[in-house]
């Protein structure tokens, strides 16, 4: 999609440090970390959230799935644990509209999501 940043950072006419990619997405640091480990890992196809995935889709979904634990492998914080966040809308203020789930480690969390 033409104006969509993270469209722009899979075919490469935007920057990004990227850590991992495969058939289903593309991973890269966060611009603005939220954690000491910040990953973001964006669908290689421009949906705006989970929502519009059909039942065909279901190897595109569970491959972004294995992406992310072989991400976390990769990044080397499987034993101390990680987060794996979606923002899906307004209410969880998401704000690229291009779907794509949040790895953050690094450090203790708080209990609560919210
Ligand atoms: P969300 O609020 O769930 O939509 O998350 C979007 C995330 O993308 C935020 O954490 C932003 O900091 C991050 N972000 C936005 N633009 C870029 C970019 N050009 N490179 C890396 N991360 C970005
Ligand atoms: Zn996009």
Same mark, same amino acid.
């Given at each position: 999609?033409?104006?969509?940043?993270?469209?722009?950072? %899979?075919?490469?006419?935007? #920057?990004?440090?990227? /850590?991992?990619?495969?058939?289903?997405? $593309? *991973?890269?640091?966060? %611009?603005?970390?939220?954690? #000491?480990?910040?990953? /973001?890992?964006?669908?290689?196809?421009? $949906? *705006?959230?989970?929502?519009?995935?059909?039942?065909e889709d279901k190897e595109f979904v569970g491959g972004i799935q294995l992406a992310i634990a072989n991400i976390a492998r990769e990044l080397g914080i499987t034993e101390n644990g990680f987060r794996v966040i979606n923002n899906c809308g307004k209410d969880a203020l998401q704000t690229v509209p291009h779907l794509h789930y949040h790895i953050l480690a690094g450090g203790k969390m708080g209990a609560k999501i919210v």
């Amino acid at each position: 999609m033409a104006d969509c940043i993270f469209c722009k950072i %899979i075919n490469g006419e935007a #920057p990004a440090k990227k /850590v991992y990619e495969d058939e289903y997405c $593309v *991973a890269f640091h966060d %611009i603005s970390p939220q954690m #000491p480990v910040h990953i /973001v890992v964006a669908a290689k196809r421009h $949906v *705006a959230s989970i929502l519009e995935f059909k039942e065909e889709d279901k190897e595109f979904v569970g491959g972004i799935q294995l992406a992310i634990a072989n991400i976390a492998r990769e990044l080397g914080i499987t034993e101390n644990g990680f987060r794996v966040i979606n923002n899906c809308g307004k209410d969880a203020l998401q704000t690229v509209p291009h779907l794509h789930y949040h790895i953050l480690a690094g450090g203790k969390m708080g209990a609560k999501i919210v």
